[in-house]
Nanobody, 124 residues
Framework: QVQLVESGGGLVQAGGSLRLSCAAS????????MGWFRQAPGKEREFRAA????????AYANSVKGRFTISRDNAKNTVYLQMNSLKPEDAAVYYC?????????????????WGQGTQVTVSS
């Protein structure tokens, strides 16, 4: 069982930055690829970024490439999402998730555990 707790969301002006963190419980954090997703009201959950177990491989949605960076610290059981050049359309609830796969994956059905989410609001 893995429990995930996101933090770092908030209100930011367009063009600004936020850094999301996701702290995982348990001793097996390094056994999971990790991902970040977002969900806006009335829309499906959407992939943003993912990282492999070791952190050596990453994947991004096209709309965030060059603006978002995913990273992880296995010693701290934490995954991060650095979000720069934020746009109003980035606003949503952001979720982190853990997948029992070695490589990053953009498919929600590959993820076994989900956090409760953190709200990101971007003002224009």
């Amino acid at each position: 069982q893995v429990q995930l707790v996101e933090s770092g969301g908030g209100l930011v002006q367009a063009g600004g930055s936020l850094r999301l963190s996701c702290a995982a419980s348990g001793r097996t954090f390094g056994n999971y690829a990790m991902g970040w997703f977002r969900q806006a009201p009335g829309k499906e959950r959407e992939f943003r970024a993912a990282i492999s177990r070791s952190g050596s491989s990453t994947a991004y949605a096209n709309s965030v490439k060059g603006r978002f960076t995913i990273s992880r610290d296995n010693a701290k059981n934490t995954v991060y999402l650095q979000m720069n050049s934020l746009k109003p359309e980035d606003a949503a609830v952001y979720y982190c998730a853990a997948a029992r796969t070695p490589l990053p994956t953009d498919k929600t059905y590959n993820y076994n555990y989900w956090g409760q989410g953190t709200q990101v609001t971007v003002s224009s």
